[in-house]
């Protein structure tokens, strides 16, 4: 079946640098689309970054644009986030996506599977 897990999360200083791995099997990774995203309690998960399934195209959330960047290793199953002059507001906990087949990766509602997500918190 479809597994995703996290990991890379934990505590830094507002300006700090934190790399997200996500670790996939159980499915052609090469062929999906895969997303990033975070919550906050009391919010709504909202979607911070797209890669399309060959990694020739990605998207971001205005709020991260610059600062975070989404790559994938197809050859290892891989997902990476890596984010970059953090600030408070990134905090939250994050996790990695997997999208329904032949859907346009920017449409965050057509994600489908997801990991049990790992903590950021941005001290200031």
């Known amino acids: 079946q479809v597994q995703l897990r996290e990991s890379g999360g934990g505590s830094v200083q507002a300006g700090g640098s934190l790399k997200l791995t996500c670790a996939v099997s159980?499915?052609?990774?090469?062929?999906?689309?895969m997303a990033w995203f975070r919550q906050v309690p009391g919010k709504e998960r909202e979607g911070v970054a797209t890669?399309?399934?060959?990694?020739?195209?990605?998207d971001y959330a205005d709020s991260v644009k610059g600062r975070f960047t989404i790559s994938r290793d197809n050859a290892k199953n891989l997902l990476f986030l890596q984010m970059n002059s953090l600030k408070a507001e990134d905090a939250g906990m994050y996790y990695c996506?997997?999208?329904?087949?032949?859907?346009?990766?920017?449409?965050?509602?057509?994600?489908?599977?997801w990991g049990q997500g790992t903590q950021v918190t941005v001290s200031s």
């Open positions: 996506a997997k999208a329904r087949a032949g859907v346009y990766c920017g449409e965050w509602d057509k994600y489908s599977d």
């Open positions: 159980g499915y052609i990774f090469s062929s999906y689309c």
């Open positions: 890669i399309w399934p060959l990694g020739s195209r990605t």
